[in-house]
């Protein structure tokens, strides 16, 4: 064990964790931030995506001690039920979300990819979302929501 620093969703934390520790399960475990879900275990399906100083990456598989001193962004630090970030409202309007199981990949990916493309089109975000699975197939309406979000970030 060791003190590990770090920020979640705005907030700085240490945390005397093993170095070891996936970053997954500190946050579920120890912040009870469930948004990020433990999928494959492998690098593979997105389940567990956070945003790491502003990067998308899979939690499951980067350490605490990868983890130290950077800032994390979890779905749930994204906007509340009450005051949704617009991605979230995106996702929301266009009924994206059926088990929502996988929800932190396409939604974390898809806002990344486009608040650097904004001008992108459906089949350049459908291929910005290669790599994450969802066994809803719902990718049609993430697709939707993640072009509806392109409009809100280019007004």
Do not use: W
Not at 53 to 70: N, Q
Not at 71 to 93: C, M, R, W, Y
Not at 113 to 128: K, L, R, V
């Amino acid at each position: 064990m060791a003190p590990v620093n770090f920020a979640v969703n705005g907030t700085s934390y240490t945390l005397d964790v093993d170095p070891a520790t996936p970053l997954l399960f500190v946050l579920a475990d120890e912040l009870q931030l469930n948004g990020p879900k433990f999928g494959c275990g492998l690098s593979e399906c997105g389940a567990c995506t956070v945003l790491v100083d502003g990067e998308p990456i899979r939690s499951c598989t980067m350490l605490m001690a990868d983890a130290a001193g950077h800032t994390v962004l979890t779905i749930e630090g994204l906007g509340s039920p009450d005051q949704p970030h617009p991605v979230q409202a995106a996702f929301i309007k266009e009924q994206a979300v059926q088990c929502a199981y996988c929800i932190s990949g396409p939604m974390l990916y898809g806002k990344t990819f486009i608040d650097q493309n904004p001008n992108a089109t459906e089949a350049e975000i459908f291929e910005s979302l290669t790599g994450l699975l969802c066994r809803c197939h719902a990718h049609v309406r993430m697709v939707r929501a993640l072009a509806r979000y392109a409009q809100e970030v280019k007004a």
